[in-house]
């Protein structure tokens, strides 16, 4: 498994825990109240339960069934019915590669994590799940124009296939650019995490955002579902 | 004014009204009505009370109100002075207000109605009731994107309303429903939100965000 893209920076904020799936691999992903993001194979190594389901304590998630803290580095290091016992140091969570660039949150659930570089600096848009196989979203974002922002002399350019990640460059100075990383949730499930580059106003991003659910009502379509 | 609610713990409309009265502070008592399995809001009695059949009925010396729209109203008028969670100063956050009030009754007959079928087995067309319910997501999902780009934390600005609370029901207990938050980030956001208020209070199915209470434990 590569490297994948699983939320925006800005959507997971402190305190914050969340699922994400990529293929069979189901995980919990957190911040810290310090703003440590970790992701971890979303099963509790007491009793399976879900991590996603937990809650932030600091800089501990706490499962949510028998409240077992794990630290950042998914050492358990307190167990409430027996306050008094420093748990043994097999009792970890399984913890995946992590990085966190350019407003998007990597993981790689196998093997080293290595970001994409999205070559300037960007504001968040959103992320917004499609139910199409991650080719039929990308030719969709690359083919559908916007009117005023991503018109029909927008640039579509592949910067990267695994994972798949598109910028939209419009042509001419000041023009507001999109970078989209897709995240292969499995074969009909795929997820589109938007930026624009940092010329965008609040009004561009609102545009943007109404323009990637219009995107998705179109592929969904021709892709012959319609959620 | 004190007041009456008829009440079934595990219906989504009662807790609406829960809700906001305890996030108001204002107190009240509960008549518990055998929804399941007993059927109690079809008896006769019950009928005479609410023509319906449905759960809350909010009484208060002659006032009856059948709608849990209408009750959050009636309670945020009465109980917060501020005027801000029904913003009778601020025309456009009101009609706001009013708007997503009545996309949270959609919320009821979508969510609300397979959320019934798939914890009571209540006959129902699956698959519809899961479309429609998957559109108001992504509606809600659109809108709560919307706001948090221009800075507003909530359905209808940077304050709560009884609209939030009124939509936050269903929403929240879609995963009763099977219908999970996980592809939902502005949702999710949202409600995490709504759990940190102050007075919040869980149900069955909606929980607390446990990370602002007090740490009690030895942990950290
Ligand atoms: N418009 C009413 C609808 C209330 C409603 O539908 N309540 C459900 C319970 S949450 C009910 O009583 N349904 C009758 C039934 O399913 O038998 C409100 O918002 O209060
Ligand atoms: S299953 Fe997690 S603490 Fe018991």
Known sequence: MSTQPVSLSRDLTIKQVMRAELGDVDMAVWRSASGVVSAWENRCPHRGMRLSHGFVRGESLACAYHGWHYNCAGACHYIPAHPELAPPKTIKANAYNIAEASGIIWVNATGNVAPIDIPSSTVPVRSIPIACPVESALNGFSKHTHQSLLTQHTQAEIIADTPYVLALTPVGSNSVGVYIAFQHVNDSTTVAHITATDNASMNDVVALSRWANEVRDITEFSAGVSE | ?220
Request: charged share 20%; net charge negative; with cysteine.
């Open chain 2, 1 to 220: 004014m004190s007041f009456t609610l008829h009440d079934y713990v595990l219906s989504g409309n009662c807790y609406k009204v829960r809700l906001l009265a305890q996030l108001l502070e204002v107190s009240y008592t509960i008549n518990p009505v055998d929804f399941h399995p007993g059927k109690a809001h079809k008896s006769p009695s019950f009928l005479a009370l609410n023509p319906h059949g449905t759960l809350p009925v909010l009484e208060s010396g002659d006032t009856v109100l059948t709608d849990s729209a209408a009750m959050l109203v009636w309670i945020a008028q009465q109980h917060d002075k501020q005027h801000t969670w029904w913003p009778i100063n601020d025309a456009e956050c009101l009609a706001m207000t009013v708007q997503w009030l009545g996309f949270s009754s959609q919320l009821t007959e979508s969510i609300g109605q397979l959320r019934l079928h798939t914890m009571l087995n209540r006959p129902a067309d699956a698959e519809t009731l899961r479309r429609q319910s998957i559109r108001h997501l992504r509606e809600l999902e659109n809108h709560l994107t919307e706001q948090s780009i221009r800075g507003q934390a909530f359905l209808c600005g940077k304050q709560p309303t009884v609209a939030d609370i009124a939509c936050f029901a269903y929403t929240a207990l879609s995963p009763d429903a099977g219908l999970e938050h996980t592809l939902y980030p502005g949702i999710r956001g949202w409600l995490h939100r709504i759990r940190c208020l102050e007075g919040f209070l869980t149900m069955p199915g909606i929980y607390e965000a446990h990370e602002t209470r007090n740490e009690h434990t030895a942990a950290s």
